[in-house]
């Protein structure tokens, strides 16, 4: 348990307790809060969470602790009330200091405070749900062009043999032993351009011949 919520106290500052249900009303506003509230945790999280409802007008033939999709749910069923219940809870955790209490009621508040766990208010720990659901999911990143992929990766072991094979003249040719072997050299951006297009033809008319090689 890393999470202890003070159920009804939380349902309350939600606002969905502001009204008068029928008994079958209530546990319909009841499960759908805690379909709610599981939906908005990661999975892990929700097992790690652990929510304490009074006894009062429990779901029929509902265990004192039962599963809801993930969350731990407890009714305080011979318990003074869930304060009671979610006191003993605090006392009797081993890791108190990882412990997360919900609660706006005083008495828990200061039962956890003394035990060094981390104490929030229903509204922030709600204002705190709100604000994760209303984040937008990462958008995938769109896949990767064909160019954008061999810039990642550098050219195949074959590409690099051909184009080593199709400018080894150029490394005997005096002109090139002279540019590489001079410290003037530096070509402007006209003569990058000229030889970059150079290339790109050689390519183009290469391309039947790389095929058949």
Request: hydrophobic share 35%; charged share 35%; aromatic share 8%.
């Amino acid at each position: 348990m890393r999470t202890l919520i003070d159920g009804y106290n939380l349902m309350h500052a939600v606002g969905l307790l502001s009204r008068r249900f029928g008994p079958d009303g209530f546990r319909k506003v009841r499960h759908r809060f805690l379909n709610d509230l599981a939906d908005t945790l990661e999975p892990v999280e929700a097992h790690q969470t652990t929510i304490v409802f009074d006894a009062a007008d429990p779901p029929a033939h509902a265990p004192r602790q039962a599963r809801h999709k993930g969350l731990t749910v407890i009714y305080s069923v011979g318990d003074e009330n869930a304060d009671a219940r979610i006191e003993w809870l605090i006392a009797h955790h081993s890791a108190p200091k990882s412990l997360t209490v919900v609660s706006s009621d005083h008495r828990i508040r200061d039962a956890a405070s003394r035990r060094k766990a981390k104490v929030l208010t229903a509204d922030e720990f709600w204002t705190w749900i709100k604000d994760r659901k209303g984040r937008a999911p990462p958008r995938p990143a769109p896949p990767l062009t064909a160019e954008e992929l061999a810039r990642q990766h550098g050219p195949t072991a074959e590409e690099a043999a051909y184009w080593l094979d199709a400018f080894a003249d150029l490394v005997d040719a005096p002109e090139t032993r002279q540019a590489l072997h001079s410290d003037d050299f530096v070509p402007t951006d006209d003569e990058i351009a000229r030889i970059e297009r150079e290339v790109e033809d050689e390519f183009r008319d290469d391309q039947p011949k790389r095929r058949d090689r």
